[in-house]
C-alpha cells in the first residue's frame, strides 16, 4: 500500500504540498493571531464582509463572460477585461453630460437606466467586433495562435480607448440617492454596496435563466457541450458564438458601470485588474461553469476584503491592503496547482488546456 | 441583391473598414502628434503619410477583392474605396467642426481637421479631402493594373522615402559624425532637420530604382554564380560575412552619439530579453507572461550586492553579476515548479499573475526594509573592468554585445542539442512527447530556468547601467513588449528577435512622439501578425512548416 503511494508521488507533487501547507499554516496562524490581538471589533469584521460581497458579485458578473467564453471556445477571452472597461468610460461622458444639465439629480432612476443602456451597448459592441476580428478567423488554429491574438487585441483596446477619451482618472459624478447608509438589521451599511449586491445578484439570476430556460440559451450549451453535434443539430455554432460574446458583453458593461458607481472613477486601465481577478473568480469556480464563476466572484470578493486584515495583519505585515492582488493571485496558483477543476467544475482544465 | 450592386459590395465595405482605420488613428491623435514631424519637409507630414498609406492599401484590397476581373470595375472599386474612406473622415470634420465632440474625444481638435482638410477651411477642405481619397483610389486602381515590376518599383520606391524620412533621427547623426565635408554636404542635401528634403527624396527614389533595376537585372546570374561555388568557398564567404558584421557592430558606438548609444541599448537590454523568452516561448512552447520577474530578480540582486545602500554587501559589479544569474535560474525554476501541469491559457495566466506578485511584493511597505520599496535602491556604482569604468552607453553597449554573443552562442547550441530537440517535441506535443521518454518535469524546468537566467543578466545589466532600480520599471508592459518581440519577429528564429527589438524597441526611442502609441501599435501587430502570419516576420524553418502544413494538407484533401 505504502510502496503503491510512493511510486505515484513525485517530488514536485511533495513540493507542491509544502508549499500548500506552509501558506495553509501562515492562514490559520495570522488568523488566529489577529484574532487574539482582536485590533478588529466586529462592526469591522461586517463592514468587510459587505465590502467583500459588493466586489464580489461584481468579479461574479465579469466571471460569468470568461466562463462562457471558455465553454463555447475553450479559450480565455483576455479582452474581456477591456470590455469591462469600455461600457463604464464611455457611460462616463453620459453621466457627466446629465450631470451637468441636472438631469442626473433630477430623474436619477431615468439617469441611472441611460447610463446602464450606454455602457451595456458599448461593451456588447466591443465584445461582439474582437471576436468577429480577432477570434473567428483563427478556428482551428493551434491553441497558442488565439491567445496571443487575445493578449494583442486587450492591449489594443486599453490604448484606443486611452487615446480617444484621454489618460486621465475621471470621477464619476455623484448620484445623490446612491449616496449615504441604510440600516439593516441594526448594521449600517452602505447604499451604493447593498445596490450593487441586489443589482448583481439579480443580472445574474436573468442571466442564469436566460442560459438555462431559452432556446438561444440551450442552443449555446450545446456548442459548447460539443461544436460539431450542435451542428448536426441545426445551431448556427458561429451566431452562437457571437451571441455567447454578446451576453458575456451585457454582464460585463453592467458590472463595469457597478464598478465605476462604487469605486467613483474610470480610467483606460481599470480593466486589467478586475479582469484578471474574475478570470480568477471563474478558475476558482470551474471554468466553463456559470454558477461556479459566480460564486468563485463572490468567494473571491470576500477573500480579498477580509484576508489582508484576517490573515496578514496577525503576521506582523505591515500596511497589509498593499498585498490584496497578491493574494488573489497566490490563490489563483494555489487552486491551478490543487484543483485546477474549481469548486464545481466537472470539466478537467488540465486535460483541456 | 442587384448585379450593380454586388460589384460595388467591396469597394463600399473595405473603403468602410478603411475609413475607421484612419478615423481611429486620427481621434486617438497619431495624425495630429505625427503631423509634427516630415517625411518630406515642408510637403508630408508623417502623420499624413500614414493616414495616405492605409487609404491606399485599402483601396489597392478593394481592387483586388472586385468578384470581376473587369480592369475598369477594379479601378472603379478602388476609386469607390477611396471615395468612402475621405468621406468618412470629412462627415467626422463636419460633425467636429459644428459640434463640441471634443469633450468625450479627446484627440478631436481642430488641429487634427486643419491636417485633414489641407489647411483650407470650409467647403473647399472638405472638396480637398474628398479629392485626396478619390486621388488615393486611383493611385491604388493603377498601381493595381500595373504589371509586377513596375507595381514592386513604385511600391518599394515609395516605402524607401518612408523609411529614410522615418530614420532621419537615425541616420543624420551618423552622417554627421564623420564631419567630412563631402558627407556633410550629402546630408545637407537629403536631409533637414526635419524629415527629407524634397530633393533628396527625388534623388533617393532615383537611386532606389536604379539600383534596383540592376539587382533585379543580375539577380539571378549572383545567385547562381553563388550557388555554383564550391562548398568551402561558400563556408569562407559567409565567414567574411560574418567578420563585417562583427567589426560594424564593434566600431558602431564609434559614429553612434549618445542620444542613440543610449537606444542602442535599450535595444540590447531588450534582445538579451527576447532571446531568454525565445528559450521558454519559442523553443518550449510555454507562453510566460510573468517573465519580468527575472528581470527584476536580476536587477535587484545586483543592486542589493553592489548598492551601499540597505545592505552595503560592498560587492563589484562582476562579482554580483555571476550571483544574479544564479539567483534568476533559482528563482525560474522555483517559479516552473507550480506551474509544471498548466498548459496555454492557465500557464499564461498563472505566469502573468506571479509577475504580479513579485512586483506588488517588492512596492509593499512590508519588504521595505530589504527592498527599498516605491523609492527602490540607488546609487547602484557602474561596472569596472580592469580600473576602467564602464560610465557611458557606449561601454555598456559592449557589455551587451558580449553578452548577446554569448546567449545566442548557447541558444544555438541549446537548439541542436538533446535537451533542444526535446524542447522542440514538448512544443508540438507533450503528451506525445511524453510517451516518446521524454522528461517533462526537467524539460520544463530547464527551459524556465534558461530563460530565466538571460532574463537576470538582462535585469543584472539594466541596473548598472541605470544606477538605480524602482519596482515601477518592472511591470507587465516590460513582459509584454518581450513577448511582442518574440512573436511577430517570429517565434524561435534569433535573427528575428534581434530585428524584433531594434524595430520594436528602438524606433519608439527614436519617435518619441511615437512612445505614447507603443502599446496600440503592438496591439494591432500581434493581431495582424497572428490572423496574417502566425510563424512571424523572419520565421524559423522548422516553425514555418508547422503552421502551414496543416493548411496545406487541407487545401489538398479537399482538391
Known amino acids: 500500500m505504502f510502496q503503491k503511494w510512493k511510486d505515484r508521488v513525485t517530488i514536485t507533487d511533495i513540493v507542491m504540498w509544502m508549499i500548500g501547507g506552509t501558506l495553509l499554516l501562515l492562514c490559520l496562524w495570522g488568523s488566529v493571531s489577529t484574532i487574539r490581538a482582536g485590533l478588529y471589533t466586529k462592526s469591522h469584521w461586517i463592514d468587510f464582509l459587505i ?58 432612476i431615468t439617469a441611472i437606466v441611460a447610463i446602464f443602456a450606454v455602457a451595456m451597448f458599448v461593451s456588447t459592441m466591443v465584445a461582439f467586433l474582437v471576436e468577429k476580428i480577432a477570434y473567428r478567423p483563427l478556428r482551428g488554429a493551434p491553441r497558442l495562435i488565439p491567445l496571443i491574438t487575445a493578449i494583442g487585441a486587450s492591449f489594443f483596446l486599453q490604448y484606443l480607448f486611452k487615446g480617444l477619451y484621454g489618460s486621465g482618472i475621471n470621477a464619476y459624478p455623484d448620484i445623490e440617492i446612491l449616496n449615504g447608509f441604510w440600516m439593516i438589521f441594526g448594521i449600517r451599511v452602505l447604499k451604493i454596496q447593498v445596490i450593487v449586491i441586489i443589482a448583481a445578484i439579480v443580472l445574474m439570476l436573468v442571466l442564469y435563466n436566460f442560459i438555462m430556460m431559452t432556446r438561444v440559451g440551450k442552443a449555446i450549451r450545446a456548442v459548447s457541450e460539443d461544436k460539431e453535434a450542435a451542428a448536426l443539430m441545426g445551431i448556427n455554432v458561429d451566431a452562437m458564438i457571437s451571441t455567447t460574446f454578446i451576453i458575456g458583453g451585457m454582464a460585463a458593461g453592467a458590472a463595469g458601470v457597478l464598478y465605476a458607481l462604487m469605486f467613483k472613477q474610470v480610467h483606460f486601465f481599470m480593466g486589467f485588474l478586475p479582469g484578471l481577478k474574475a478570470f480568477t473568480a471563474a478558475v476558482l469556480g470551474g471554468i466553463g461553469n456559470i454558477p461556479g464563476a459566480m460564486l468563485g466572484g463572490i468567494f473571491l470578493g ?19 491592503y498593499q498585498l490584496k492582488d497578491a493574494i488573489a493571485f497566490t490563490m489563483l496558483v494555489m487552486v491551478l496547482i490543487f484543483r485546477p477543476t474549481g469548486i464545481l467544475g466537472e470539466r478537467l482544465a488540465s486535460k483541456k488546456a | 441583391m442587384t448585379k450593380a450592386q454586388s460589384l460595388w459590395n467591396q469597394g463600399v465595405k473595405i473603403g468602410a473598414i478603411g475609413g475607421v482605420s484612419v478615423l481611429i488613428i486620427s481621434l486617438v491623435g497619431m495624425v495630429e502628434s505625427f503631423g509634427k514631424r516630415d517625411i518630406i519637409a515642408g510637403v508630408l507630414p508623417m502623420g499624413v503619410a500614414i493616414a495616405l498609406i492605409i487609404s491606399i492599401l485599402a483601396a489597392y484590397m478593394a481592387a483586388k477583392k472586385t468578384p470581376i476581373s473587369e480592369k475598369s470595375i477594379q479601378f472603379a472599386n478602388a476609386v469607390v474605396s477611396g471615395l468612402v474612406i475621405s468621406g468618412f473622415l470629412a462627415v467626422f470634420v463636419m460633425i467636429g467642426r459644428s459640434f463640441n465632440i471634443r469633450e468625450m474625444f479627446v484627440g478631436a481638435s481642430p488641429v487634427l ?75 545637407g542635401l537629403f536631409y533637414t532637420l526635419n524629415g527629407l528634403t524634397p530633393v533628396g527624396a527625388i534623388l533617393s527614389v532615383v537611386i532606389f530604382c536604379v539600383l534596383y533595376l540592376l539587382w533585379n537585372a543580375n539577380q539571378g546570374a549572383v ?23 562583427a567589426v560594424i557592430l564593434i566600431v558602431l558606438p564609434q559614429f553612434l552619439g549618445l542620444f542613440l548609444s543610449e537606444v542602442i541599448t535599450i535595444v540590447g537590454l531588450y ?111 557602474n561596472p569596472n573592468l580592469f580600473g576602467f569604468q564602464m560610465v557611458k552607453p557606449q561601454h555598456i553597449y559592449y557589455l551587451l554585445l558580449a553578452g548577446i554573443i554569448l546567449v545566442i552562442f548557447i541558444s544555438l547550441r541549446l537548439k541542436k542539442s538533446k535537451i533542444g530537440r526535446a524542447w522542440m517535441a514538448m512544443r508540438e506535443d ?59 519577429g517570429g517565434i524561435g528564429s534569433l535573427p528575428g528577435i534581434v530585428v524584433g527589438a531594434a524595430v520594436l524597441m528602438g524606433l519608439p526611442e527614436l519617435l518619441r512622439e511615437f512612445a505614447e502609441y507603443r502599446m496600440f501599435v503592438y496591439g494591432v501587430a500581434l493581431v495582424i501578425v497572428m490572423l496574417l502570419r502566425p510563424e512571424g516576420l523572419l520565421p524559423e524553418a522548422r516553425h514555418k512548416m508547422e503552421f502551414h502544413d496543416e493548411t496545406e494538407a487541407g487545401a489538398k484533401t479537399v482538391a
Not at chain 2, 545567385?223 to 558584421?245: F, G, H, N
Open chain 1, 51 to 108: 465590502f467583500g460581497l459588493a466586489q464580489g458579485s461584481i468579479y461574479a458578473l465579469i466571471a460569468t463572460g470568461y466562463t462562457m467564453v471558455y465553454g463555447v471556445l475553450k479559450m480565455i477571452n483576455f479582452a474581456h477585461g477591456e470590455v469591462f472597461m469600455s461600457g463604464p468610460f464611455t457611460g462616463y461622458f453620459v453621466a457627466t453630460a446629465m450631470w451637468r444639465s441636472d438631469f442626473l439629480d433630477n430623474h436619477p
Open chain 1, 302 to 320: 470576500l477573500i480579498e476584503s477580509v484576508a489582508p486584515a484576517l490573515f496578514l495583519d496577525g503576521l506582523g505585515i505591515i500596511a497589509p
Open chain 2, 113 to 187: 481637421y486643419n491636417i485633414l482638410t489641407g489647411g483650407v477651411a470650409g467647403a473647399g477642405g472638405i472638396f480637398l479631402l474628398l479629392l485626396t481619397g478619390v486621388l488615393c483610389g486611383a493611385f491604388a486602381g493603377i498601381l493595381y493594373m500595373l504589371r509586377d515590376l513596375p507595381r514592386k518599383l513604385t511600391v518599394n520606391a515609395l516605402l524607401t522615402i518612408f523609411i529614410l524620412g522615418l530614420l532621419q533621427e537615425l541616420i543624420l547623426p551618423i552622417l554627421k559624425a564623420w564631419d567630412i565635408g563631402m558627407i556633410n554636404y550629402l546630408a
Open chain 2, 223 to 245: 545567385k547562381s554564380k553563388y550557388a555554383a561555388l564550391p562548398k568551402e568557398a561558400r563556408k569562407k564567404s559567409q565567414i567574411a560575412a560574418l567578420i563585417v558584421l
Open chain 2, 271 to 381: 534582445v538579451l530579453l527576447g532571446l531568454g523568452l525565445n528559450i521558454v516561448v519559442g523553443y518550449a512552447g510555454l507562453l510566460d507572461l510573468g517573465y519580468v520577474a527575472f528581470f527584476a530578480i536580476g536587477s535587484y540582486v545586483v543592486a542589493l550586492l553592489t548598492s551601499p545602500q540597505i545592505f552595503a554587501f560592498g560587492l563589484n559589479f562582476w562579482q554580483a553579476l555571476p550571483i544574479a544569474v544564479i539567483c534568476g535560474i533559482l528563482a525560474g525554476v522555483m517559479l516552473g515548479i507550480p506551474v509544471l501541469k498548466m498548459r496555454g491559457d492557465y500557464l499564461a495566466i498563472a505566469t502573468l499573475g506571479f509577475g504580479e506578485i513579485i512586483r506588488i511584493l517588492v512596492l509593499s511597505d512590508f519588504l521595505r526594509p530589504w527592498l527599498g520599496g516605491a523609492q527602490g535602491i540607488g546609487s547602484i556604482p
Open chain 2, 430 to 488: 507533450e503528451d506525445v512527447a511524453q510517451a516518446m521518454g521524454i522528461n517533462l518535469v526537467a524539460t520544463k524546468l530547464l527551459a524556465f530556468a534558461t530563460g530565466a537566467g538571460f532574463s537576470a543578466l538582462s535585469g543584472a545589466i539594466f541596473a548598472s547601467k541605470i544606477g538605480s532600480v524602482y519596482p515601477h520599471s518592472f511591470n507587465v508592459f516590460i513582459s509584454i513588449n518581450v513577448v511582442c518581440i518574440v512573436i511577430i
